[in-house]
């Protein structure tokens, strides 16, 4: 019997110090077992329990790609225990993980369609999975057109910032980056997501919009999807909730009848419309 | 299957060679409670007893296991997992409600998907031995109206039926006829059904709690925002204690623990009671107060679980009830709903 409650051992290859705030750094895993590495198949949207020993496990979503082979990356924040534990290891070190968890983007239904990625903050993360997915070279031409529009409250905070200028030398993603307040260096946009959203109107002709934030970020800018035709079965979002087993059985990151480690964390508004609001 | 009748004051004697046999759990007299204990030498199993303070889930469901344990190494950690060799036991004594626990905790331990194989390898290793409420116990039982009964066999292997001078043995599973050398005795034929459908009509008219808990999640369907959630949880003290007793009641922690360069990760009970249950690292708490908490015990129970598999997350057992520090009722709580 499969035991899933037992970590994937792996080594950290590489720690990467996303912001000016050195509060969120991107995590590269790789399997010390390659028969782990080919069973470890996933979707962007999933997420894993990263385990550190002595310390617990935390759920973060993925942040690379299937389409990256040999390694898996997660981007954290430091919060609590274990995340702040994480923070203080070395390129090196041996550690868990335990999945993958959870529901993707649905990816079957985003196929032939537009798609618009919103992302706010670090919340970045499972969405750059997806975006590094459809561009993929063997994944392109099952999607229509891509828009993105990505915002921080700095220029400082916003992550993945080399791969933020190899999106904007592409033809095929609409990349609108913005910063609330932006510095001197910053040539880019300024303005608060909802108001780029408004800006850019991404058409809903055909269109899924994709989008993880911060909840005041999603509350301003779901009106403006609604204007602009968008139906509640076509904005998907991620839901987060406090979790420890994230297969179902400890009880306590229920929303309704669902359990959003393994029914989610991905539901669309019209899904989360039939859920009662306690999350 | 097969059907015997043992002379009644045989019982005893025969639970404790079983235990000279392997290993066997019974319930025994501990100070004022009854409690499940392993049998040793010397131990007296109950036969006549009304039921236990704890619920018998502990023996598949421990209330603290280790999952697994980690060493320190240069690199950083190297672990194993720490399946417990689940070995053969019995499980004797147990009443119906308790046993009927066992096929709803299967429910969620032993999906398709992520089976969880601590429970269920001490699960499949367990055979268990019902004893049925002639006279049920306790004026808070309510197993009849929540899809159990008093000589139902839901979850047990072997059913023991008081009749009076001998009692009935029904081996009701393969792993129950696997002890019929330790229930050897006269073959009973049709006339046991009729004396046991006497005594179980009997049986359940003595139960005197009745409540509509069939009826009503379709009113938790639609109430999730009333006003009637305001008036359950104000005298709540959040001890756990409803929940730490119940034997449907499955929520549980993980943490590690370490010492030098040494550690577990173990998995104890925990309860949707506690504050601490849902809270974020951010202090954002989705269930803030008691409020909220009691919902969720009460929706899990009579919505939840009926949603997801099609059965009540309670037997009636009445523990909650009777232990309670300050007396909330579950089975007024229904009956209001119900009302709602
Ligand atoms: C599906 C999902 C995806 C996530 N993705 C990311 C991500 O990509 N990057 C990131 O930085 N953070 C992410 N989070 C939030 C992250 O899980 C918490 O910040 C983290 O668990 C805090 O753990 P801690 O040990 O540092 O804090 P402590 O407060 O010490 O937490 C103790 C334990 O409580 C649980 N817990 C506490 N808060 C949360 C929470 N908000 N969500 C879930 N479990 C919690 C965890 O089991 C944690 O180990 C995600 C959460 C979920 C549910
Ligand atoms: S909710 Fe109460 S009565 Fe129902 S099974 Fe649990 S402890 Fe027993
Ligand atoms: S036993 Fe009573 S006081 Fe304790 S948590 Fe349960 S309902 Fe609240
Ligand atoms: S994290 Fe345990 S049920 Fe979802």
């Not at chain 1, 335990?98 to 919340?123: C, D, H, Q, T």
């Not at chain 2, 046991?192 to 003595?206: G, P, S, V, Y």
Request: proline share 6%; charged share 25%.
């Amino acid at each position: 019997m499969q035991n899933p409650y037992l970590p994937i051992p792996v080594v950290v290859s590489k720690i990467i110090t996303e912001v000016e705030t050195k509060d969120i750094k991107t995590f590269r895993l790789e399997f010390l077992n390659k028969e782990d590495e080919a069973n470890f198949k996933y979707l962007p949207g999933q997420f894993a329990e990263l385990s550190l020993y002595g310390k617990g496990e935390s759920p973060i979503g993925i942040a690379s790609s299937p389409t990256q082979p040999g390694y898996i990356e997660f981007t954290v924040q430091k919060a609590g225990v274990v995340t702040s534990s994480l923070h203080e290891i070395e390129e090196g070190t041996h550690m868990g993980v335990r999945g993958p968890l959870g529901n993707s983007w649905p990816i079957e239904y985003l196929e032939g369609k537009n798609i618009v990625v919103v992302g706010g903050g670090f919340a970045f993360t499972t969405l750059r999975s997806l975006i590094n997915y459809m561009i993929h070279d063997d994944n392109r031409k099952r999607f229509g057109s891509i828009t993105v529009i990505y915002g921080a409250r700095t220029p400082g905070l916003l992550i993945y910032k080399d791969e933020l200028a190899e999106w904007q030398k592409r033809s095929d993603i609409n990349l609108n980056v913005t910063v609330d307040k932006g510095d001197a260096s910053w040539k880019g946009r300024e303005g608060f997501v909802p108001t780029v959203c408004k800006e850019v109107a991404p058409s809903s002709e055909n269109a899924v919009t994709v989008i993880c934030g911060p909840p005041v970020m999603i509350r301003f800018t779901l009106p403006v999807f609604f204007d602009l035709g968008f139906s509640k079965e076509n904005i998907v979002t991620s839901l987060e909730m406090r979790m420890k087993c994230g297969i179902g059985k400890c009880g306590r990151c229920n929303v309704g009848s669902k359990y959003v480690c393994k029914d989610g964390p991905v539901f669309t508004l019209a899904e989360l419309d039939k859920l009662t609001k306690e999350y | 299957m097969e059907k015997r009748y043992i002379k009644k004051d045989s019982l005893n004697g025969r639970v404790k060679k079983m235990a000279e046999a392997g290993l066997v759990y019974a319930p025994v007299k501990d100070g004022d409670n009854v409690l499940f204990q392993v049998l040793t030498p010397g131990m007296e199993p109950l036969t006549a007893y009304a039921n236990s303070k704890n619920a018998p889930k502990n023996f598949f469901f421990p209330h603290t296991e280790k999952l697994m344990k980690y060493t320190r190494t240069e690199k950083g950690m190297a672990f194993s997992g720490e399946l417990a060799e689940a070995r053969d036991a019995v499980l004797f004594g147990v009443r119906p409600c308790d046993a009927r626990s066992f096929v709803l905790l299967d429910m969620l331990f032993d999906q398709e998907k992520y089976r969880d194989p601590y429970y269920v390898a001490r699960r499949e290793k367990t055979t268990v031995i019902c004893l049925a409420c002639i006279h049920p116990p306790y004026t808070s039982c309510f197993c009849t109206s929540v899809d159990g009964g008093p000589t139902d066999a839901a979850g047990a292997d072997i059913l023991l039926t008081d009749l009076g001078e001998r009692y009935l043995v029904e081996f009701l599973t393969p792993k129950g006829e696997k002890l019929e050398a330790h229930f050897a005795g006269e073959k009973a034929g049709d006339e046991a059904d009729a004396q046991k459908q006497a005594i179980t009509a009997q049986a359940e008219q003595e139960i005197t709690s009745r409540i509509p808990a069939k009826e009503i999640k379709p009113i938790l369907d639609a109430n999730f925002e009333h006003p009637f959630w305001n008036t359950i949880h104000q005298k709540c003290l959040a001890c756990g204690t409803c929940t730490y007793l119940c034997p449907t009641c499955h929520c549980f922690d993980i943490s590690d623990e370490q010492k030098g360069d040494d550690g577990i990760r173990l998995r104890n009970w925990d309860s949707c009671m506690f504050p601490l249950f849902t809270l974020e690292t951010s202090g954002h708490n989705p269930r803030p107060t008691q409020k909220e908490r009691w919902r969720q015990r009460a929706m899990h129970k009579f919505k939840y679980y009926v949603d997801n598999f099609s059965a009540i997350a309670c037997v009636g057992c009445g523990r909650c009830v009777m232990y309670c520090p300050v007396n909330i009722d579950i089975r007024k709580i229904v009956t209001d709903i119900s009302k709602l």
